[in-house]
């Protein structure tokens, strides 16, 4: 009964490979997120979708590919990974507006 | 955009001592203020809110003040326990923005 669920938690990997991290929520939310938390714990906010439509776009490098194909999935592209690309890699949901966040367990990537 | 800053970064307290956690935000804009729990491998779980038209909220050991006119709301823990230690982050919903701005994180240890 998982409400955000996000595959898969672990991810290792050479420098320059792609790799793609999948979040799904069962929630009925109507906006989902993709947070990055770096190695100081910090949580920044890559990208945010409200029904499968980009509202949210940081000043992320285009390597980074965020794909929704309905409401309830938003998945993450990485291309030509690097070193700097190592973190916890966090998907999100809530409904739209001032309302509770809910998130995922992670995506440990790593990139060596 | 909105700009949260939290203190301290690390806060140790003896079991059941209080702990005290303080953020502060610059735009009065902002109406909601969510803490989140974020336990070693998890992901962050809410653990109490607080909307710009309430002054302090209870849960029990938990406890959220709001002071709009500072831009500053604190959590409070009393009688805390082993378990709660863990990083926590507060944040500030800015409708503008249409998202979540977090806190630095404070990373609390209790002592048994």
């Known amino acids: 009964d998982t409400a955000v669920s996000q595959t898969p938690k672990y991810l290792v990997t050479q420098m320059g490979n792609d790799k793609s991290i999948k979040c799904e929520q069962n929630l009925g939310h109507d906006t989902m997120y993709w947070y990055k938390q770096d190695s100081k714990k910090f949580l920044k906010i890559m990208f945010s979708y409200n029904n499968k439509e980009l509202i949210i776009n940081e000043t992320v490098p285009n390597r980074f590919s965020p794909k929704s194909p309905d409401k309830a999935h938003l998945n993450l592209h990485i291309n030509s990974l690097e070193l700097g690309d190592s973190a916890v890699y966090f998907c999100a949901s809530s409904f739209s507006g001032a309302n509770v966040l809910t998130f995922g367990a992670g995506s440990r990537l790593t990139v060596l | 955009g909105e700009n949260v800053e939290q203190h301290p970064s690390t806060l140790s307290v003896q079991e059941g001592d209080s702990a005290v956690i303080k953020c502060t935000y610059s735009?009065?804009?902002?109406?909601?203020f969510p803490w989140y729990k974020q336990e070693l491998g998890k992901g962050p779980q809410l653990i109490i809110d607080?909307?710009?038209?309430?002054g302090e909220k209870k849960d029990q050991r938990i406890a959220v003040t709001l002071n709009k006119t500072a831009k500053h709301f604190s959590l409070h823990i009393t009688e805390t326990q082993p378990e709660d230690s863990a990083v926590y982050f507060c944040?500030?919903?800015?409708?503008?923005?249409?998202?979540?701005?977090f806190g630095t994180g404070t990373s609390l240890t209790v002592i048994p």
């Open positions: 607080i909307r710009s038209n309430v």
């Open positions: 735009d009065s804009a902002s109406n909601y």
């Open positions: 944040a500030a919903y800015l409708p503008g923005g249409n998202q979540f701005y």
